[in-house]
């Protein structure tokens, strides 16, 4: 019988989690139940949240206990099925331990084509990255053609669908990103108007220049220092989108930072955190519209692949240290290739 | 010819402002040009709101200059009129100077009619005080019957109508305010559902009393730590309208305070500013349920009355320093009654 690998938390990490946080546990496939079946892992997916379920306490996502086994999204193969709806061989995604082989409620399982793309994109630019960033630029920021939309960690999974969809409104966008190759990409590849190189420019500074009309909307995807700079610059009735604060996620304790309430009441700007789950009744039409615009070449996208189930702690902290340009994920089916 | 008295700003206040900042200046009184109408202050308003435009630099109020007349919200007498609307006698109210006489555009006159209520009260719960509780709490806000609203500054001219619109629409509501005084006055009087003083509780453990289903909606009028403590409370999808920061008026420079939007995407809440003068197509549907509900007796309001023109900086500076319950205002009639 073949084995079957899987990381669990080894301990609860104190800042940027690293190796000895994560354990990769050795046991027996597992055999699904009665309308279970059980996947074989293609890839699977980091994303900075996760960092948040490995701390005490509440958050929005349940907290992991030392022990439990990660999990996140994940593509795989269907290797045994006990449910109607589920042959071997099709390919699902689900939320899933990051492991080899997986046992899932069938239920909670969708079918994944992807046609000509590699299936991974399930994971990021058709998945919940590509969700996330339609629902708070279309939902959330709902810009007017000729605004200018800012959107920190462009570069990254959901920041580069954000600038693509708000160019496809008509907006102006300023992308803000922490290396000259992810400005290059976010301007050169994917059409944004400008981009901020936060690791050698003032971004109050910087943003003078790139939104001299000043800023409408702001998708915010990590917090700290850099959405200060962006709120020096809000117009009158601007809208925040705050998506992700992966500036923090690795503080144990709540950081001081310079007080905004009073730009809001000068600015009557609007501020709304948001989860791209409250609007799982409308997956398909994100879904939909997405695939299209991929389909167009309205929407491009990059990923980022490290390979190997066993790479998967690394992959996860490098999204801490901005390494991935576009979606980061693991490729997890070479290691059963070869067993 | 009677002489006029009317304040200017003496010099930029230093934090909170106080005596050596206001300058009472004696001249003549002005004569009406056409189309205008020379008033005679009965009541003048103060507001936190002037502090901000005694400071230098961009504001949503534009800023004095030090020399410039001091001016506010004022109700009074029309003693000379050039325009065709306005006779003698008629009462009306206005952005006008803190003086005993006051020249004014006709044109941005409105007349007061407050049935068998004083004058003043069209500077408070049925003017720009009033109508600012009436629309942050019904557009802003905007709370289900059942919902817990916390408001601060809970005894004051705005906060106290706040609590009791939030009531009206079936709602628990829990005040904050600064005295044993006040906490009873919007428990006992008003009909609030609890009250926290913050001079005598730590804010976020007594809200676990107060609200314990958690916090709703907040309407903020103060900003600062009394804030940070609301915000421990959000619930799911709560809405905070920002409506003034009083506790940060009186800062030079931004001040620093524990960052709010990691508990926004926890919470998927928004927070919005919001200023009354934006509403102004609505100061009429305002104005008249204001009134409606305060003839029935659904909407009790109280005034802090201070006597005399040149005692209205000391009534400003006690704003900040909690001397009133519900509105304060300045009785200027008797200045001239004796002259």
Redesign the interface.
């Known amino acids: 019988m073949a084995t079957n690998r899987q990381f669990v938390l080894a301990q609860r990490p104190d800042g940027v989690p690293d190796d000895e946080d994560f354990d990769l546990v050795e046991g027996d496939v597992p055999e699904p139940g009665p309308r279970e079946v059980l996947v074989r892992t293609r890839y699977l997916s980091v994303d900075p949240y996760m960092r948040d379920r490995m701390r005490e306490g ?3 996502a349940e907290p992991w206990d030392v022990g439990d086994v990660l999990r996140g999204a994940v593509v795989g193969d269907v290797v045994e099925s006990n449910h109607p709806d589920y042959d071997e061989g099709d390919t699902v995604t689900g939320n899933l331990a990051w492991a080899d082989y997986a046992v899932a409620d069938a239920d909670n399982l969708v079918a994944v084509e992807t046609g000509e793309l590699r299936e991974s994109v399930a994971l990021g630019v058709l998945g919940m990255p590509g969700r996330t960033a339609y629902f708070g630029v279309t939902d959330v920021l709902d810009p007017d053609p000729g605004d200018t939309v800012v959107v920190s960690a462009a570069a990254g999974a959901v920041g580069s669908v954000v600038g693509q969809i708000a160019k496809l409104n008509g907006c102006r966008v300023v992308g803000i990103a922490g290396s000259d190759a992810k400005i290059e990409y976010i301007t050169d590849e994917l059409g944004f108007d400008a981009g901020i190189n936060y690791s050698d420019r003032n971004v109050a500074e910087a943003l003078a220049e790139a939104a001299p009309d000043g800023v409408d909307g702001y998708f ?1 995807n990590v ?2 220092d850099i ?1 200060d700079a962006v709120f020096e610059h809000l117009n009158v009735r601007a809208s925040v989108a ?4 992966i500036a ?1 996620y690795n503080e144990e304790d ?22 791209v789950g ?1 609007y799982a009744p409308r997956f398909e039409e994100a879904s939909r519209r997405l695939a299209q615009w991929v389909q167009n070449g309205d929407i491009e996208f990059r990923e980022t692949v490290a390979d190997g189930l066993e790479n998967a702690p690394d992959a996860f902290v490098g999204l801490f240290e901005g390494e991935n340009i576009g979606k980061q994920v693991v490729r997890v089916e070479s290691e059963f290739d070869s067993s």
Do not use: I
């Open positions: 509440e958050s929005y915010d917090g700290g959405t705050v998506c992700g604060q923090l709540v950081t001081m930072g310079p007080r905004k309430l009073p730009t809001l009441v000068e600015t009557r700007a609007s501020v709304e955190g948001f989860l409250d």
